[in-house]
């Protein structure tokens, strides 16, 4: 039997004058729950209850199915009393009535009505019609959590959509991983989203775990920690299994100095077959809720795709270099079968013509040009060789990353955000101002999509701003239409982070109007000066 049928099979039995009034009521609560408004749907059927069988106060308590901690509680008429005066108040028969919330046989918590308004005490009739409205109760918190859960689990798909489209068109390994790191963060509602690889075994070890990647506030130092190998907590990752932590800064097996300052945690093995390719570490801050059942399996999913992505990608950079081989091998065999095959058949023509001549002017100038042919052929035989070396990665333009960070940003936001350069921004920006200003980039867009409730978001970068003093800067630019920034006293870390790398490079950051009607929004500016090449 279906909650609805067992809450309507509640009734049966019960005076016509009941049974209609509590219809009608069941259908005002339900019509209040399709909104998913939880806890405005709970106050409702506290005063539903309380009216029903006449209490003056009412309470329904929902606990939380992984701690058992107060998960929310909602109320009628307790407001009016001292709280400490209602936990007083004596559990006589008949004074108090306390029936559990539970549909299916899981129990989400209780509803407890106190003092009748008559002063008399609760019968057997209050009692069949407090449970009906349990059921209710019990009705409203399962759709509430089913919704929760599959709006969680759209977020997390839509994250691993980002990071395989992030993964697949960067030509920056590691700064792939910093996508993944940061949209694990963001998805977990975490303090920090850290990737991890295997190292080589040294001596006689057997290798361990070293943080390749951090995201989130006071993580840049994580970068470089290794994890050993005889850590409790690398041997399970090692071997596949996810492991699981309730406080990290207590937890005997989490022997690093950067556990320390985290709470839940959650460390999952990125695998793909039998292989496993690194590890996937998302903690909270000390003192935040545990992660769910729920959470914990999406995690385990978005790891898997960052996993699969990662072979992808892994796959793809091995075809291109491959590609690239192939087509310097094709140079290389060209430069020696052909090219230096005519100059040393025009070196023997020009020698030739030499022993011919018998004017010494051109039998100098010949000799040069053979000379010269010669060391033509030392520099191919050198080019040919550099051929056939490890071809170094090829960099990757700013304006493409910036691109590529949009892009990335796009799944979560829900919508594509504009983008316009100014300038020579390749060639102007240098590769550790590119690096802040990506970073300043993520953190603007990662603050927009958290707090900012925007709908539209314009990306610019100019590279032909001018400070103050005249010296010519790079201006990134990001502005939304949403709700504004918070006052000076409640500012948010992203922009003191953004601030700070403005400062390092010794330029500044701001925020002024954004995008919406009237100067709506937030515009977050980030400028610092630029080196102009030679000659321009």
């Known amino acids: 039997m279906d909650a609805a049928a067992q809450a309507t099979r509640g009734l049966q039995g019960m005076p016509p004058e009941f049974t209609a009034r509590v219809s009608q009521l069941l259908e005002a609560m339900r019509s209040i729950g399709t909104g998913l408004d939880l806890h405005t749907t709970l106050d409702r059927i506290a005063e539903t209850a309380a009216e029903l069988v006449q209490a003056r106060y009412a309470s329904i308590v929902v606990i939380d199915s992984v701690s058992g901690d107060l998960d929310e509680f909602a109320s009628f008429g307790v407001d009016t009393v001292d709280r400490e005066r209602l936990d007083e108040i004596p559990e006589e028969p008949g004074t108090?009535?306390?029936?559990?919330?539970?549909?299916?046989?899981?129990?989400?918590?209780?509803?407890?009505?106190?003092?009748?308004?008559?002063?008399?005490?609760?019968?057997?009739?209050?009692?069949?019609?407090?449970?009906?409205?349990?059921?209710?109760?019990?009705?409203?918190?399962?759709?509430?959590?089913?919704?929760?859960?599959?709006?969680?689990?759209?977020?997390?798909?839509?994250?691993?959509?980002?990071?395989?489209?992030?993964?697949?068109s960067s030509a920056d390994a590691k700064d792939a991983l910093q996508v993944v790191a940061e949209q694990a963060r963001t998805l977990a509602d975490a303090a920090a989203g850290v990737v991890l690889l295997p190292m080589d075994a040294e001596g006689d070890g057997e290798g361990g775990l070293e943080i390749v990647a951090a995201a989130g506030e006071g993580t840049e130092d994580m970068v470089g920690t290794v994890v050993p190998w005889y850590s409790p907590v690398a041997a399970k990752l090692a071997a596949g299994e996810a492991v699981f932590v309730d406080d990290s800064a207590h937890d005997p097996r989490m022997i690093t100095k950067v556990a320390q300052r985290f709470g839940p945690s959650m460390m999952l093995p990125m695998v793909s077959g039998a292989r496993v390719l690194g590890t996937l570490a998302i903690p909270r801050a000390p003192g935040a809720p545990l992660y769910t059942a729920a959470e914990k399996n999406l995690a385990r999913r978005f790891a898997s795709q960052a996993a699969l992505a990662l072979v992808i990608d892994e796959a793809q950079r091995d075809r291109e270099r491959l590609a690239v081989y192939e087509d310097r091998d094709r140079i290389a065999r060209d430069l020696h079968d052909l090219v230096i095959q005519r100059l040393f058949a025009t070196g023997m023509m020009l020698q030739g013509a030499r022993r011919s001549s018998v004017v010494e002017s051109v039998q100098d100038r010949l000799d040069k040009a053979v000379d010269e042919l010669d060391k033509t052929i030392q520099e191919i035989r050198t080019a040919i060789y550099s051929l056939q070396q490890e071809p170094s990665q090829v960099a990757t333009g700013?304006?493409?990353?910036?691109?590529?960070?949009?892009?990335?940003?796009?799944a979560p936001l829900g919508f594509q955000p504009s983008t316009s350069f100014v300038g020579a921004v390749d060639a102007i920006v240098d590769d550790d101002t590119g690096r802040h200003l990506l970073a300043a980039l993520r953190e603007a867009l990662s603050n927009a999509f958290r707090h900012a409730r925007a709908s539209q978001i314009g990306v610019s970068v100019d590279a032909t701003a001018r400070l103050p003093d005249g010296r010519h800067a790079v201006r990134l630019t990001v502005a939304d239409d949403g709700v504004g920034i918070?006052?000076?006293?409640?500012?948010?870390?992203?922009?003191?982070?953004?601030?700070?790398?403005?400062?390092?490079?010794?330029?500044?950051?701001?925020?002024?109007?954004?995008?919406?009607d009237c100067g709506g929004g937030t515009s977050v500016v980030w400028q610092v000066p630029v080196s102009l090449p030679d000659g321009e």
């Open 96 to 168: 108090s009535l306390s029936v559990p919330i539970e549909v299916d046989g899981e129990n989400f918590g209780e509803i407890v009505l106190s003092e009748k308004a008559d002063g008399g005490t609760f019968t057997g009739n209050d009692l069949q019609l407090v449970r009906v409205i349990a059921t209710e109760a019990g009705i409203a918190i399962g759709n509430a959590r089913l919704y929760e859960a599959s709006r969680q689990q759209a977020h997390w798909i839509n994250g691993a959509n980002a990071v395989t489209t992030a993964l697949l």
């Open 398 to 410: 700013l304006r493409a990353l910036v691109l590529r960070e949009v892009a990335t940003a796009a």
């Open 486 to 516: 918070p006052a000076e006293g409640t500012r948010r870390s992203g922009l003191r982070n953004i601030e700070a790398r403005a400062e390092s490079l010794g330029g500044s950051a701001w925020t002024a109007p954004g995008l919406g």
